[in-house]
């Protein structure tokens, strides 16, 4: 086969530049269209952002000048608070003159409590709370008929309802000794039950005749009223605004949106959520609700939103493969709640007719030049089919990756020479890679960093593993078995290491030592290893079933986890490397492993580690141990499973022992005693219980000397 010079090909190339012209031009009128656009976007989003601003504004100052008419009412005594009767009155004619508002209550110090409320329907109701002389609190509830007579809905002699210095816009009000703005909750509406989100200004009171508290004053408006208006909102056919609330701890919370709103109770968005305690209802999270262009948008902006300013500030980011502009902004009312005003809108509908435009003229653009360019056009097809394929391959090589592919062929004499070279290179590497591990070393070539002699200090998670009683099993099998078997079992342990994030450092015989955080350091990398111990045991059990069946015998595996400082590095001679970590983190790791085989555990872990993953593993406490090598002691825990799946038995049954080595080691035989003796009745078979019932035999028959720190000293 006759090769073709590259610098043959070289001339075709020259047709190219007719291609980058056209595709300069269409660029540039693509750029200069979407400019226009997207100044006519952020105009939109300005108009609809100031008729957002203006609702709201009034919504707040309407509330405040209720609140401020109320309170001057009761404190030149023209309205008396201790008259219920006389002050819901009022309050029905209030929230008649004043559609925005949703509630005008007061809740006194005694518990006495009325409100008046409109409900989503634009109902009217009054709820009257009031102390009897026995301590309870007799709760009375009346709708307002269109007739304006009253109709009792509840009559309840021992009302449970939360008296109003309980709840926490009273509270908030009380301590601040001013008007203010609460945060976002759900109100106490209807009977005894929370139900409705929205916000309060609240005013706490004064005694006309002196400055004690008389109560706190609420003028409320419900969020489902600013959901309802944010839908009437016209941006776009798709574009939405909503509303997100900024609470005390930085915690964004969306407030309102036009979803919340809708009639379709399928498509309604739900903005409030149980509480965990299952006392109520709280208003969610920004990033747990579920609409993903809002997530989008907030993830956009980032975590500081303390720093909004009033100005709008211009955003664009893309969700589920469609992009949007959009636009968010401060409320910058002084003393007001702490929210900001979003909206989004894709971008497709403000370019519309102006994208398919410039998609045109670069569609023409590119039918002038198309004839004169095939030629070009195949030329260099088949030289960047080859290039390509070339380059592909060496980026595989720089990640290690040495699979071996049929020989790229091509009728260009430097190309085919490159692509054998290659080639080449490929079958040499993979013999070097039979005598280093090929993990390690792709991902040290990710991480950057250059092999060379020399270590740091880093925070580690070090896994040790072996297999149980491996030498007598090694005598029963030929070595061609054996050969197979520990093959099979490291590849797959070796496995769940590496799909968990894991650097395998070396093999010992049947043993394995892997470690997290290095070279790249995960904050989850203590949870990732004992993820891998957990999953190694499940598929030790399942391969466990699959050597049976072959007449194979059953490997079981210890391991020991720990965290802490050590040097990771490598270290031997410039000539040769061992990548590896060195220091007591490693050898304390290697030394629980071992405690496994006097406590009868399969995954023994450090305390440091358990801390780690606390939130998400399920452990029980084992001993205080010394290991070889340390006098002080550490406490090892024993590894159950991800506490999301750990049995009710299995919890039990490690709270009971907590509380048996609780009370071992503050030197309470007696209650030790009787407590590891009901984890045996719950385990009968577990080695650490009766260990520790021996211990505690031991000792009420002949207790230790008064300097005894409760350490068990591992044997050597």
Not at 68 to 81: G, K
Not at 462 to 472: E, P
Not at 503 to 524: C, E, N, S
Not at 554 to 577: D, E, M, Q, Y
Request: aromatic share 8%.
């Amino acid at each position: 086969m006759r090769n073709i010079s590259f610098r043959a090909t070289l001339l075709t190339l020259m047709l190219a530049v007719l291609l980058t012209a056209v595709a300069l031009m269409g660029t540039a009128a693509y750029l200069y269209a979407r400019f226009a656009v997207q100044d006519l976007g952020a105009q939109v989003i300005t108009q609809a952002s100031a008729r957002v601003e203006q609702h709201v504004q009034h919504a707040l100052d309407v509330a405040e000048e209720e609140a401020d008419t109320v309170t001057t009412l009761i404190q030149e005594r023209w309205l008396d608070p201790e008259n219920e009767e006389h002050a819901s009155t009022y309050f029905l004619a209030a929230l008649e003159a004043r559609p925005s508002l949703s509630y005008l209550s007061f809740g006194m110090p005694s518990g006495k409590y009325y409100h008046a409320l409109r409900d989503r329907d634009g109902g009217l109701s009054v709820l009257q709370l009031t102390p009897e002389d026995d301590g309870s609190r007799r709760l009375y509830e009346f709708n307002v008929q269109p007739d304006g007579a009253p109709e009792v809905v509840r009559d309840i002699p021992q009302s449970k309802r939360t008296p109003p210095y309980d709840r926490p816009y009273y509270r908030a009000a009380r301590d601040a000794d001013e008007a203010i703005w609460t945060e976002s909750y759900v109100f106490l509406g209807s009977g005894e039950s929370l139900d409705v989100p929205g916000v309060s200004r609240a005013v706490p009171v004064k005694q006309a005749d002196n400055d004690s508290l008389a109560g706190v004053l609420t003028a409320d408006f419900d969020l489902h009223a600013l959901s309802r208006f944010l839908r009437n909102v016209t941006l776009g056919d798709e574009g939405f605004s909503f509303l997100v609330e900024v609470t005390s701890d930085g915690t964004p919370r969306v407030i309102a949106h036009p979803a919340a709103a809708d009639p379709d109770p399928d498509k309604r968005l739900d903005l409030t959520e149980p509480s965990p305690d299952g006392e109520g209802r709280v208003t969610v999270r920004a990033n747990e609700i579920k609409e993903p262009r809002v997530v989008k948008f907030l993830d956009v902006l980032g975590d500081d939103l303390s720093a909004v300013p009033a100005d709008l500030q211009n955003v664009r980011f893309e969700t589920d493969g469609r992009s949007y502009i959009g636009g968010f902004r401060h409320l910058g009312r002084e003393g007001g709640p702490n929210w900001i005003i979003a909206m989004l809108l894709p971008e497709g509908e403000v370019f519309g007719d102006v994208q398919r435009m410039a998609r045109l003229m670069l569609y023409l653009g590119l039918g002038g030049v198309l004839m004169a360019a095939v030629l070009s056009v195949l030329l260099s097809k088949r030289i960047a089919g080859s290039l390509s394929a070339i380059a592909a391959e060496t980026r595989e090589i720089g990640q290690f990756q040495l699979e071996p592919k049929p020989p790229i062929q091509s009728r260009i004499r430097e190309i085919a020479t490159l692509a054998g070279s290659v080639e080449e290179m490929k079958t040499g590497l993979r013999s070097f890679q039979k005598y280093v591990p090929a993990d390690l070393v792709r991902l040290l070539l990710a991480s950057g960093e250059e092999a060379k002699l020399g270590g740091a200090r880093k925070e580690i998670t070090i896994y040790f593993s072996d297999i149980v009683g491996f030498t007598s099993i090694s005598e029963s099998l030929s070595p061609e078995e054996l050969v197979d078997l520990l093959a099979r079992y490291l590849d797959e342990m070796t496995g769940e290491i590496l799909r968990n994030g894991g650097t395998v450092d070396k093999f010992v015989g049947d043993a394995i030592m892997a470690l997290w955080g290095a070279p790249r350091p995960h904050k989850w990398d203590a949870l990732a290893a004992c993820r891998a111990a957990l999953a190694n045991r499940t598929k030790l059990a399942e391969l466990r079933q699959e050597w049976a069946e072959a007449g194979l015998p059953a490997l079981h595996a210890r391991t020991g986890i720990h965290t802490g400082p050590a040097i990771v590095g490598n270290f031997g001679s410039p000539n040769r490397l061992d990548y590896t970590a060195m220091g007591d983190t490693v050898n304390v790791a290697s030394r629980i492993e071992g405690l496994n085989r006097i406590f009868g555990t399969e995954i023994l872990i450090s305390e440091i580690t358990r801390k780690a993953v606390d939130e998400v593993m399920f452990t029980r406490p084992i001993d205080m141990v010394a290991v070889k090598g340390r006098k002080e002691g550490i406490l090892i825990y024993e590894l159950i499973g991800e506490a999301r799946t750990v049995s009710d038995a299995d919890r039990r049954f490690a709270e009971v022992y907590g509380e048996a080595l609780d009370a071992y080691l503050d030197r309470k035989w007696d209650a030790a005693h009787k407590a590891f003796k009901a984890a045996a009745k719950l385990n009968p078979e577990d080695t650490a219980t009766r260990i520790m019932l021996e211990r505690c035999e031991a000792y009420r028959a002949s207790p230790p000397p008064p300097d005894w720190d409760g350490v068990f000293r591992a044997p050597k």
